[in-house]
């Protein structure tokens, strides 16, 4: 099993549509978690950290399930902008690095 | 507040040159990794530190090398360029383990 794995996509969706990834982690220990967006040959951005309470930040809504191994991201009211590709990071313990996810690409057409 | 900066942005290599990317933080961070990004292959790990004189291999280490004799810069040398290595390369890092890290711009390379 991958250590961290997401859905490829595309996701296509319409201007103002609610969609949402979730990206399965295979390491118990893992410790924090991370989505990072990364637009088209540019660097991976920091989009937000997610707690076990879950959190969210305006339209984004992060969420982990320690039971089940997978943590997901809820975007709500998608705009054009938010185009990209989305990026699950995961750090385990034991572990100096973080793993990545090959990214979710969402595609937000008018 | 520069972040993370990677010099060169572009290069282009022939096969059997060497040379260094550059990279360096002014954030204090602990943590300094590289990473090659290839088409449908996500990140792969290349070297990181943890601390200033501390490296250690990563998921790619073949072909390249690595010191970190300051806590800001983080040097990634190419011994010997082949065209497998022509990639995007990405510097990042972060203040401790469990901490968001950070990317920057990018070094596109090809390798002829």
């Known amino acids: 099993r991958k250590e961290v794995e997401q859905d490829p996509g595309p996701f296509n969706v319409p201007e103002g549509a609610t969609v949402a990834f979730n990206c399965t982690y295979s390491n118990s220990a893992s410790q924090s978690f991370f989505w990072y967006r990364q637009d088209c040959r540019k660097e991976p951005k920091l989009l937000m950290s997610v707690y076990s309470s879950g959190n969210e930040d305006g339209r984004f809504t992060a969420q982990l399930n320690r039971a089940s191994q997978y943590i997901s991201l809820l975007i709500r009211d998608s705009k054009l902008s938010d185009s990209a590709t989305y990026l699950c990071?995961?750090?385990?313990?034991?572990?100096?690095?973080?793993?990545f996810g090959k990214g979710t690409m969402l595609l937000v057409s008018p | 507040n520069a972040g993370v900066t990677q010099t060169p942005k572009f290069q282009v290599l022939k096969t059997g040159q060497s040379m260094t990317l550059q990279c360096a933080q002014d954030?204090?961070?602990?943590?300094m990794s590289w990473y090659r990004q290839d088409p449908g292959m996500g990140l792969r790990l290349i070297h990181y530190?943890?601390?200033?004189?501390?490296?250690d291999q990563g998921e790619v280490p073949n072909g390249y090398n690595v010191s970190r004799s300051t806590t800001e810069d983080f040097p990634l040398r190419l011994l010997s360029a082949a065209p497998s290595q022509t990639s995007v390369y990405f510097c990042?890092?972060?203040?401790?383990?469990?901490?968001?890290?950070?990317f920057g711009p990018g070094t596109r390379l090809t390798v002829t």
């Open positions: 990071v995961v750090n385990s313990a034991g572990y100096s690095t973080l793993t």
């Open positions: 990042a890092s972060r203040r401790g383990k469990t901490y968001e890290q950070y």
């Open positions: 954030m204090n961070h602990e943590y």
């Open positions: 530190s943890v601390g200033a004189g501390i490296t």
